[in-house]
């Protein structure tokens, strides 16, 4: 089998079990949008909960998106596998992002496993601090996913242009982070690769998880495989033993030091140097950064996974509290 038709294979798998679920009068999240006043219908059936009434774009599962169905506006950004524009509904002039992937791209790096995961998972989650995804679609070349429109852009730019950020902002970043990773762990799903790359912001400013290509469903809370990005790898990863969920606990502390001093915690010349400062948990705090700041750092980069601090117990910590006050 081509590249191209393993990818397409995945997602037709993808539509046969949305039109299976439905058949069966299984589709629990089924729900009217409402969105310009029109009782339109969101495509894949999302279920919205009353703390996170977000519009979505009109569409139905018995008419198949097409790209003809949307205006594309200017590009978003560019990953290693294709682009993210700005685009408009035509129906409904609703407006969203649309993710476009190349297949062949996408064969090359053998990820199409990640693309399949990244949607079963994405399209289930329904925070406010999470990106939506509200479907999919494809064609011959290139598979397009419907996002939902984060209007600030890419937190990772805001840090870059900033340099640091101060504790208020830290504070409510890192809350909100908190509060959708405990969201995830609550239906068994690891992020596995925090970091600001992976952010975006919301028109309010609210910060949005935006990539789950690392993601995965563990019921079962216990993983080998080595993922993420280096420097925000916990221990146990670079040390080949099983992780869970409390990965994303250390990538919440390694991202709250990067937002305070404007580095992950760990840099080093080498990645030998990383590794060994990442398994010693070698942390150097520069002088400015308050008592309560490091304190909750400290207790997020704990070597043993058990140890570290839950993330429903983040959110009350003085730090937060403080600054959120």
């Not at 919301?202 to 995965?216: N, P, Q, R, T, Y």
């Not at 009350?316 to 959120?324: A, G």
Request: charged letters at 30%.
């Amino acid at each position: 089998m081509s590249g191209s038709s393993a990818v397409s294979a995945y997602l037709e798998s993808l539509s046969l079990k949305e039109k299976n679920r439905q058949a069966a009068g299984k589709d629990e999240n089924q729900k009217p949008s409402d969105m310009n006043s029109q009782n339109n219908k969101i495509s894949g059936k999302e279920k919205s909960s009353s703390s996170d009434k977000e519009k979505a774009p009109a569409g139905s599962t018995k008419r198949p998106w097409k790209l003809a169905d949307f205006d594309i506006g200017k590009p978003l950004g560019r990953g290693k596998f294709g682009c993210v524009y700005l685009a408009r509904e035509k129906k409904t002039k609703y407006i969203c992002a649309l993710k476009v992937l190349f297949k062949s791209q996408l064969s090359k790096a053998g990820v199409e496993h990640q693309l399949r995961r990244e949607i079963e998972i994405q399209s289930h989650l329904r925070h406010r601090n999470i990106l939506r995804l509200y479907g999919y679609f494809y064609d011959a070349n290139r598979v397009y996913l419907i996002l939902e429109y984060a209007a600030k852009g890419e937190l990772y730019k805001q840090l870059q242009k900033q340099e640091r950020f101060d504790e208020k902002k830290t504070a409510q970043y890192i809350k909100e982070l908190a509060n959708a990773l405990s969201y995830c762990h609550k239906k068994h799903v690891i992020h596995r690769d925090i970091k600001p790359e992976n952010l975006l912001l919301g028109s309010k400013g609210e910060l949005k998880i935006a990539d789950f290509g690392w993601s995965v469903h563990a019921p079962t809370n216990r993983r080998q495989t080595l993922c993420g990005t280096l420097d925000y790898l916990p221990p146990e990863m670079i040390e080949g033993k099983a992780h869970d969920q409390a990965v994303d606990v250390w990538s919440l502390g390694v991202l709250m030091y990067e937002f305070l001093v404007g580095s992950p915690p760990f840099e080093a010349e080498g990645h030998n140097e990383t590794y060994r400062r990442i398994s010693k948990v070698d942390l150097r705090f520069p002088s400015y950064l308050s008592t309560d700041a490091k304190d909750l750092i400290t207790k997020l980069l704990v070597k043993a996974p058990k140890d570290r601090l839950p993330l429903s117990t983040v959110v009350e910590h003085p730090f937060i509290t403080k600054n959120m006050s």
